[in-house]
């Protein structure tokens, strides 16, 4: 059904949707909840930088991303003499471009349902004996689950569909980089290819609606855990 | 034993408290909004005072001084919420095992079966706990805090919202754990009868100072805060005789001695709390003889309020006494300050406070 | 971006041959260079113009010796296809009059087809009575998109892409002298014999007929 | 300071960003409120779709666009004739594009926020008389007014920073859709224009940036009226 | 007048209820988790039945044969829930004022300042409802559930979290809105003494099924439900005569006749509830004359049962009554079912019920 080009595109965008998310889910969470709860020096700015790559045209973050992580890059370079990891052109690098472009999505997202659980529970929490950690993990992180789902699929979304800054970072290379929106770029790029192009695009889709069922399922589950339906 | 002794400054309201608490139920008592809740706060750990020392069992909680403040869940102190505060991501049995699951099994104090049974909620187990009703959800926050094993146990109006039965099956646990596991409580309630069944060891707070500590009977000595127990007079008296002959207990109550129900179950030489109404105190110029009434006492008339329907007269008879009388009363009997009136109060007008109770466990230290 | 399909062709004897696998990666030539400005592992670059070469070529990234001018194209007008109107290309016509609304092309300060079509324009005079009207699109295919879809009157576009459209009629051909020469230079990035070969490979014969098919331009060294 | 390229650049990227965020709230509030606290048919499809342009790569949500609402588009046509409205290759065009790759964030973050209210507060306000419609902006819209706020903010950066979408509907004309992502993805195209584009790229940054501090400030205040401190 | 056959199956429980309520107040009663809160839910629109019918003043609130069921805001029905649930977007103020502002000035029924005194809230008007005790949260509930002007009003355990002071404040506000303002209310509590202040028109929940609805005479007369009252036996008498000489009230319960302590303000002829707990009435298997104690009655007795600390004897005497008596005397009476007993109770251990209001307005349709 599906050419082999086209399963690996599919397999490859699917692999770096998820590889991104998973990456960001921890980073997001805990800066999430440091917005949420906490009072600190230079707050703004963190969230401005964080919010930065959303802002900028991803073009110019995948530019920026090169600058800093290509080979000659100041942390790439280190990071590929250091310790032997290049992520530039590989599909590592994919992941983090993603990440990037959406790690304010996840963050915004927790943010959002920390702030609004009730606190007096952590407080009862800690009145039954549970330290901070065990607090965050059995009664802010579960209360929270619904902004986690909500970020995890906008994250996972915009990451299916991330463009700009993957061309620019890793390059369209077939079978590395060359996720679903590449190649439907790379079909768009000549003519008469209007027939996979719309393939491609289908396929996006499909993957896209596979993706929102599931959360659609986890998401009422998370509301329903909490209101008891 | 717990000492406090702590500032806080919450906006419009300033609490400034200073407490010893000893073994056993201290009753905290006070009206809406004198602070009670936020001094159990400061003793959990939920709140930051602003001053002030906290020692628990010799253990500094907290110092202002010194910067030291122990984390809540550092204190092992339970405590009660007055709007139960259940997590909605676990079931009503996720909820009851959330701090037992953490206590070694040789430190749990509680069986986890045995509260189950004892508050009722056997039938909820598996329930949500947004799906069960305000006393369950109170009988489970009463649970959840009980299976943690505090070492102190803060109850905040743990049974305001239950039924009588079950408010009656679950006194006498809390007696009983006072008793047997000598775990010392504090006990936030409105109703006197009900902190009485477990302790006469009290604390008043008003508008975040407490006003009177100590037995009930040494506060109702000092007499002042009379008025913060509704409208009751409470008497603490002395049990001397119970004529079988008559029907009648005497008893002492200051120097004055007094003609009470016959109530045998109260000990000779004890002390029993008793309640008169201030409208059952009728007031009279002379003592009356040859009246069925066998209490009259005389008392200094020191203060009188007129207050909606009724005027109320204290009157200062050795001890502070209460009485409200009928306007139209009230301008016949052309009542002055500092005039000498009779407080006529029938013996049947007395009701015994904490009746079927021993309350002296817990009050001796 | 326009060589898409033919280099692609053209990778698959070169692979068979030699035994070892070509990988291509398409974007805006700006992105490439950018990339291997960067260290991208690139051993061959074409690109789509001469600027991005010589970009690279100042900054002593690519082995100059091995720079060749690969390819060539022309400018071409383009309507959709049965819309057209009678153009005449020279500095006579009146073309801001026909051309009754949009035109589109790359955008005329980046995108190579934009810059020729701006260099072109302003040749024939005609650019003063446009200007206002010019759409720029991200690159070459967008702007034949739009003309393929009626949503531009005309564009300017590269004859390759037009000839590969069923949709569009070319209205028009630029002379070779109103714009400075289209041309895509190919380069090695990397000294590696695999870059020197897959160079060698481009310059044949067998490639340059496919690279015909597809419209371009073989230039004479 | 600034050129009056960039002036207008960042004129027209403002009003673009106002105008989107202020296009999407009602029908993303309507929306994220149905998916909170509705149960109908083919709910998990209107969920689907409207994700759908974060998931394809904007060029492509760009062409359907054009593809509509192109002056040959089956609904261009129509506003077109019928109504004399054109919004292709026009700054209201690249409102749409914004709108329609923004709309998303909204709807989840509305979502989200909604799905956190207690709904005991609703029945509260109706047994003291409130009908639907008062419930509904008395109560529930305040309670959300986190979700709101950070789904405008998000909306906000995402429409600051559209390119893809935008390029493809509209085009790129300067002083009608030449926004500032445009503008920077020019000087991204022409070797040796690091300079104007750092310009371009910080002047994006300090939109950003004031957008969010105003959103900080905004989203600190909703959060406060709610906790009461 | 409210009539309610509703049925509605929640899961574990199922609540099956037939009810009429007249002008005045009802007083819902029944033990935690027995359906109180759902009722009043369903009467109030936030619950759908699954099945029956409501009507109000003969408008059809809800029918399920015909699909009607009125939304919560159009039948002006207030509700005071049991957890507050205030507004937290706005201040006490604001929340005082929700129902208020969209009531024509005409057709409020409240004055904002007089609600805001009587509830002493004054000094809280601009703080957030988060940051106020839990008793300030219940009476800003009540407030602004009043000042929506209601035609029917539903209390959900208001004053369970009031101290006695606020509450002796608060109570004879309801009773005189009941009396001037004819405003119908549901009155749900567990404290029968705090309904009997409002009315003695009862009805008694218990696992979601109406046990008993009437005059709490009525229902005591039909016995089986006396346990639901708690550890006291509640009786309905008919006051006889008040004997001065002798410093007792005179009275009869069904055909026994009653000594009571005096109290003179029951009037004579009139009901009188009093209550006296288990544990005081002593049995006898015959008469014991010359003793002090006045009321000695015969019954049968038909149940006997062990439970916790003591042994619970149910007596027909014509009415019910319990006897709580100790392990060891239930031994060395060696008491069987079906025994004629005589129930011993000293004047003294009945006490009277809503002392000192009267009942009878609200109980009279
Ligand atoms: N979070 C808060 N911030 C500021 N003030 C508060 C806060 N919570 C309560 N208060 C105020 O502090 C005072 C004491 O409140 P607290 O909750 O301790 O009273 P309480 O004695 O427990 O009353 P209740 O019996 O009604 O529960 C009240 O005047 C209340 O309005
Ligand atoms: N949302 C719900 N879904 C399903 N069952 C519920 C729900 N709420 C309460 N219940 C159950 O219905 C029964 C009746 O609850 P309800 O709240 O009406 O009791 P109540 O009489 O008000 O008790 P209380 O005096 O403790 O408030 C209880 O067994 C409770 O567990
Ligand atoms: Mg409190
Ligand atoms: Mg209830």
């Known amino acids: 059904m599906l050419t082999p080009e086209e399963w690996s595109a599919l397999w490859l965008s699917l692999k770096v949707s998820v590889w991104c998310v998973a990456a960001i889910l921890p980073p997001g969470v805990l800066l999430g909840w440091l917005l949420a709860r906490k009072q600190f020096y230079g ?187 | 034993m717990l000492f406090l002794d702590v500032g806080l400054n919450r906006g419009r309201f300033r609490l400034e408290v200073r407490l010893e608490c000893d073994e056993g139920v201290t009753g905290l008592f006070g009206p809406s909004g004198s602070g009670k809740s936020t001094a159990l706060g400061i003793v959990a750990g939920l709140l930051r005072p602003d001053r002030g020392r906290i020692v628990l069992d010799g253990e500094t909680l907290y110092d202002g001084a010194d910067g030291v403040c122990l984390p809540p869940h550092r204190r092992r102190i339970g405590l009660v919420f007055q709007d139960s505060q259940l997590f909605p991501h676990y079931s009503v049995k996720g909820n009851l095992l959330y701090g037992l699951k953490k206590i070694p099994e040789r430190e749990r104090r509680f069986a986890f079966d045995g509260i189950v049974d004892l508050l009722a909620l056997r039938p909820l187990l598996n329930a949500h706990p947004r799906r069960i009703s305000g006393g369950e959800k109170q009988r489970v926050a009463l649970g959840r805090s009980l299976l943690a094993s505090p070492r102190l146990l ?212 | 971006a326009s060589l898409t399909n033919a280099l692609t062709e053209i990778a698959k004897p070169f692979e068979a041959k030699h035994k070892t696998p070509v990988r291509l990666s398409f974007a805006a030539s700006s992105a490439l260079a950018k990339q291997i400005e960067q260290g991208a592992p690139a051993d061959v670059f074409i690109s789509a113009d001469t600027q991005w070469m010589d970009y690279l070529d100042g900054k002593g990234k690519i082995d100059r010796a091995s720079r060749v001018n690969l390819l060539g194209n022309t400018l071409v007008l383009i309507a959709p296809k049965g819309k057209g109107f009678p153009v005449r290309v020279d500095k006579n016509f009146d073309f801001a009059k026909a051309l009754k609304d949009k035109l589109c092309t790359g955008v005329v300060e980046s995108v190579p087809v934009g810059i020729y079509a701006k260099e072109a324009l302003t040749h024939l005079g005609w650019w003063g009575g446009v200007k206002g009207r010019v759409v720029g699109t991200e690159d070459v295919r967008a702007a034949l998109n739009l003309v393929e879809r009626g949503e531009c009157e005309v564009g300017i576009v590269y004859e390759t892409d037009a000839r590969q459209s069923k949709k569009v009629d070319i209205i028009g051909r630029f002379p070779d002298d109103s714009h400075t020469p289209i041309v895509y230079p190919a380069a090695r990035v990397t000294p590696s014999e695999d870059a020197r070969k897959f160079l060698e490979h481009l310059r044949q014969d067998s490639a340059g007929k496919i690279f015909a098919r597809y419209g371009f331009k073989r230039l004479a060294e």
Chains 1, 4 share one sequence.
Request: charged letters at 20%.
């Open chain 1, 43 to 229: 707050k703004a700015l963190v969230e401005a930088v964080v919010h930065l790559p959303m802002v900028l045209p991803p073009v110019v973050t995948g530019y920026m991303l090169l600058l800093a992580l290509g080979r000659n890059g100041w942390l790439g370079r280190w990071l590929h003499e250091g310790l032997g990891v290049s992520v530039a052109f590989s599909w590592k690098g994919a992941v983090i471009a993603s990440a990037v472009m959406s790690f304010p999505l996840m963050v915004r997202a927790v943010r959002l349902a920390m702030s609004l659980i009730e606190p007096r529970l952590e407080q009862a929490a800690s009145t039954l004996g549970a330290g901070p950690l065990r607090v965050f993990f059995s009664i802010t992180l579960p209360l929270a689950a619904p902004g986690l789902v909500t970020g995890a699929i906008l994250s996972f979304a915009r990451s299916l569909g991330e463009f700009g800054a993957t061309i620019t970072f890793v390059g369209n290379i077939e079978g590395e980089t060359r996720t679903l929106p590449l190649a439907l770029y790379t079909y768009t790029q000549t003519p008469g290819t209007e027939e996979p192009a719309l393939r491609l695009a289908l396929i996006s889709m499909a993957a896209a609606f596979a993706a929102l069922i599931g959360s659609e399922i986890l998401t009422r589950r998370a509301e329903q855990r909490l209101s008891g339906d």
């Open chain 2, 154 to 365: 803060l109850l905040d109006e743990p049974l305001a919202s239950l039924d009588t039965g079950l408010k009656a099956q679950i006194l006498p646990f809390l007696q009983k754990i006072r008793d047997e596991l000598k775990l010392p409580m504090i006990y936030v309630s409105h109703a006197l009868p009900e902190i009485l069944q477990l302790t006469d060891r009290l604390a008043v707070l008003d508008q975040g100072r407490i006003l009177a500590a100590g037995r009930l009977d040494e506060i109702l000595q000092r007499g002042s805060e009379a008025r913060h127990f509704g409208p009751d007079n409470i008497l603490a008296v002395t049990v001397e005789l119970h004529d079988l002959e008559s029907g009648c207990t005497l008893a002492r109550f200051g120097n004055l001695p007094l003609v009470l129900p016959l109530r045998t179950d109260q000990e000779i030489g004890r002390t029993a709390y008793v309640s008169v109404h201030r409208g059952e105190i009728a007031l009279s110029r002379n003592a009356v003889p040859e009246l069925s009434i066998q209490n009259q006492w005389p008392g200094r008339v020191s203060k009188i309020e007129s207050r909606g329907s009724g005027v109320q007269v204290y009157l200062d008879a050795g001890v502070p006494l209460i009485a409200e009388i009928s306007p139209r009363a009230y301008r016949e009997l052309a009542l002055q300050e500092g005039e000498i009136m009779y407080a006529l109060i029938k013996t049947r007008s007395f009701a015994y406070l904490a009746a079927r109770t021993m309350l002296d466990q817990s009050a001796s230290p």
